[in-house]
């Protein structure tokens, strides 16, 4: 509802420069004194090296649209674990973007995933083909796949410090949970009863034996 009398905004997220940065995206027959309803197109989504993150400005809503892992490249730790904190980065960008567009009623911001984009979002766009493999994908991946959810609900969800100790042993692990540090998210409890120590002990002790109690823990 209501009139398409403003020109949406696209922003990709990144921090492959070594810091993270927001790049508005200008399509080439960009024209600032006329208004275009239907700027982008969704290869400039799809077409990005992946997993991408952009920032989607719709005036009523903003999103930020979130890629996919392509199943033939290789996903260390290292760089799941970067992964991770763009998407933070990301999310609380998205957020300060939408108080910043209006401070006393900010636009709602809403997370999407590739593949599995509601209508309320591909119709932003002049033509959009549904693409089944990356579909797949998300939905293996993704924490919440099946629905529009709010960016301010995932980034709490993400920046959750404390897990019980069930949680830390099972895998996969919870998203955003650093492998290389798993006793930071237990409970004082939780971490005496997985080490035997406590943190105090536990610091005082040579890197390399800090490292094989992670290990034998784990």
Same mark, same amino acid.
């Given at each position: ?133 990356? =579909? +797949? &994908?998300?939905? #293996? ?10 960016? @301010?609900?995932? %980034? ?9 100790? =069930? +949680? &830390?042993?099972? #895998? ?10 798993? @006793?930071?998210? %237990? ?32």
């Amino acid at each position: 509802p209501g009139r398409f009398n403003f020109t949406p905004r696209l922003y990709q997220l990144s921090s492959s420069s070594g810091e993270f940065t927001a790049v508005e995206f200008l399509y080439p027959a960009r024209d600032p004194d006329q208004v275009n309803s239907m700027p982008f197109l969704q290869d400039d989504l799809y077409g990005a090296s992946q997993p991408a993150l952009f920032l989607v400005d719709n005036h009523h809503e903003v999103y930020l649209w979130q890629g996919w892992w392509p199943q033939d490249s290789e996903s260390t730790g290292s760089a799941r674990i970067r992964w991770d904190s763009d998407r933070k980065c990301a999310m609380e960008t998205v957020l300060q973007y939408s108080r910043e567009k209006n401070e006393k009623k900010p636009p709602k911001a809403y997370l999407i995933h590739a593949g599995l984009e509601p209508l309320t979002f591909t119709n932003m766009f002049p033509c959009w083909e549904h693409r089944e493999d990356v =579909a +797949e &994908i998300t939905e #293996r991946e993704a924490e919440v796949s099946n629905q529009i959810i709010l960016v @301010e609900d995932v %980034l709490a969800w993400l920046c959750k410090t404390t897990y019980p100790l =069930a +949680e &830390i042993l099972a #895998r996969p692990l919870p998203e955003g949970v650093d492998p290389l540090h798993l @006793e930071v998210y %237990l409970s004082n409890e939780d971490f005496e009863r997985a080490l035997e120590m406590n943190r105090e002990e536990y610091g005082a002790l040579p890197g390399w034996k800090q490292q094989r109690l992670r290990s034998s823990s784990s």
